[in-house]
């Protein structure tokens, strides 16, 4: 069983950074692809960013490409993203999940994870 807790959400103004993390306990780190999602009021859960275990790559959904950067640190088992040029409809909350085992066409898919973080907020907001 593994456990997520995810840290650094908050208030940030238009244009702002922040830098998510998500450490992970109670299993192998390096054998989870990890994956960052958010949902928005009102809105679905949707993917934001992905880093593959097996093949060490990152995905990310269109909206957030060039501004958002995922990462991770085996040792630490923390994974992190980094979110640059933050605008209004990134408000959301954000959720870490993972999962071993997933083919690439499931990455993006939030039914395939089994674990899940409890979510932290950002609100980008002048």
């Known amino acids: 069983q593994v456990q997520l807790v ?5 208030l940030v103004q238009p244009g702002g950074s ?8 109670g299993g192998t780190f390096s054998r989870y692809t990890i994956a960052w999602f958010r949902q928005g009021p009102g809105k679905e859960r949707e993917f934001v960013a ?3 275990s097996s093949a060490r790559t990152t995905h990310y959904a269109d909206a957030v ?11 630490k088992s923390t994974a992190y993203l980094q979110m640059n040029s933050l ?9 870490c999940a993972a999962d ?11 039914i ?3 674990y899940w973080g409890q979510g932290t907020q950002v609100t980008v907001s002048s």
């Open 100 to 110: 071993a085992g997933l083919i690439l066409s499931s990455i993006r898919q939030a």
């Open 112 to 114: 395939q994870y089994d």
């Open 65 to 75: 490409k060039g501004r958002f950067t995922i990462s991770r640190d085996n040792g």
């Open 18 to 25: 922040l830098r998510l993390s998500c450490t992970a306990s």
């Open 50 to 52: 992905a880093f593959r």
């Open 87 to 95: 605008r209004p409809d990134d408000t959301a909350v954000y959720y």
């Open 6 to 10: 995810e840290s650094g959400g908050g």
